[in-house]
């Protein structure tokens, strides 16, 4: 069974910095891409960042310049860098990892708060 355990989320204040992780177990297939989303109070799920095996990255307007994607493919992790947060990065953020066939697998969910 494929398990993804996040980590790293709290409360921080504007203008700093947080390193979310997430780590995948049980995983017997390919991976393709990994990568995290977020979902605000009030508002849809949204792309913040994908990294695919190879290492091509891409990221939501929003964040470039100051979030980096990175990954740990003997780990099977996935993880999110976040600096210059701002009180409009608050939202549960949640990282899944994708197969070749394009079936994803989503860790349960790691809240981020910012403070201004």
């Known amino acids: 069974q494929v398990q993804l355990v996040e980590s790293g989320g709290g409360l921080v204040q504007a203008g700093g910095s947080l390193r979310l992780s997430c780590a995948g177990s049980?995983?017997?297939?390919?991976?393709?891409?990994m990568g995290w989303y977020r979902q605000a109070p009030g508002k849809q799920r949204e792309l913040v960042a994908t990294i695919t095996i190879v290492g091509d990255t891409n990221y939501a307007e929003s964040v470039k310049g100051r979030f980096t994607i990175s990954r740990d493919i003997a780990k099977n992790t996935v993880y999110l860098g976040m600096n210059r947060l701002k009180s409009e990065d608050t939202a549960v953020y949640y990282c899944?990892?994708?197969?070749?066939?394009?079936?994803?697998?989503w860790g349960q969910g790691t809240p981020v708060t910012v403070s201004s």
């Open positions: 049980g995983i017997i297939f390919i991976i393709s891409s």
């Open positions: 899944f990892l994708e197969d070749t066939v394009g079936k994803r697998f």
